[in-house]
């Protein structure tokens, strides 16, 4: 969905998702969110899977997929004992409102544990993608939330 200056969403269109991402348009990024910068979010398309010459580029679909798909993950225990008890209250409680937004989901949600986005805290919505510094030859962005 995207967010209309009066306030009101919209569903962003296929003709949308089809665009490139970036101008110039590139085949490799990485997006970054300075809450959790141990899990960058690398887009890159598989060269192999397309013929010669043809490869597209990133496009605003591929993006909001891979930052979907990434945010989703659950962590591990060992990420959870790297945090101080003031950064796991706040995680929990974002876990907490997580699963408790959708009603019919509960059970199955609070089940699967804390996923990444749950760091975020109250700042997990997406709000776009700012130009960040350059690293390994990726294009970085940095996620404002």
Excluded at 35 to 52: A, G, K
Aim: charged share 20%; net charge positive.
């Amino acid at each position: 969905m995207r967010a209309l200056s009066t306030g009101q969403f919209v569903l962003i269109s296929s003709g949308e998702l089809i665009q490139a991402a970036t101008t110039p348009a590139v085949t490799r990024m990485r997006v970054i969110h300075p809450s959790i910068p141990q899990w960058p979010i690398d887009v890159e398309l598989r060269y192999n899977e397309y013929p010669p010459g043809t490869t597209p580029p990133i496009t605003v679909g591929d993006v909001l997929y891979m930052i979907h798909r990434s945010l989703r993950r659950q962590i591990s225990h060992a990420d959870w004992a790297l945090l101080g008890s003031w950064k796991q209250a706040e995680v929990a409680r974002a876990y907490t409102r997580r699963y408790s937004s959708v009603p019919q989901m509960y059970q199955l949600e609070a089940s699967k544990g804390v996923r990444r986005v749950d760091y975020l805290g109250d700042r997990h919505i997406f709000r776009g993608l700012v130009r960040s510094y350059d690293v390994d030859g990726l294009h970085c962005w940095r996620m404002i939330s």
